[in-house]
């Protein structure tokens, strides 16, 4: 059964950084990144192929944020830096697309991690 549990999200002053981390249990996949709005939609932020490490990132968040993936720990993280009022949501991570790696239409979701940042 596959799982994935993140942790690392919290409040953080604009031009802040932070670090959110994705545990993942039961197999290893391709992952994304996603982030939800209060009253949006889910949108992409970032993704890695597991086996390749090339990486793809929102336009919203490139040069500011860098995804990664550890294979020994199965963990995938995302180092957000220069954190801006509008990055404030919860984000979620993904593994396995279903399509391209930029839609919502992943096969397994963690519960997601709450980051605000104050102006």
């Known amino acids: 059964q596959v799982q994935l549990v993140e942790s690392g999200g919290g409040l953080v002053q604009a031009g802040g950084s932070l670090t959110l981390s994705c545990a993942i249990s039961?197999?290893?996949?391709?992952m994304g990144w996603f982030r939800q709005a209060p009253g949006k939609e889910r949108e992409f932020v970032a993704f890695i192929n597991w086996s390749a490490g090339s990486t793809y990132y929102a336009d919203s968040v490139k040069g500011r944020s860098t995804i990664s993936r550890d294979n020994t720990k199965k963990m995938v993280y995302l180092q957000m830096l220069s954190l801006k009022p509008e990055d404030t949501a919860v984000y979620f991570c993904?593994?396995?697309?279903?399509?391209?790696?930029?839609?919502?239409?992943?096969?397994?979701w963690g519960q997601g991690t709450q980051v605000t940042v104050s102006s």
């Open positions: 993904a593994a396995g697309p279903r399509g391209v790696y930029y839609r919502p239409t992943y096969y397994y």
């Open positions: 039961g197999g290893t996949f391709n």
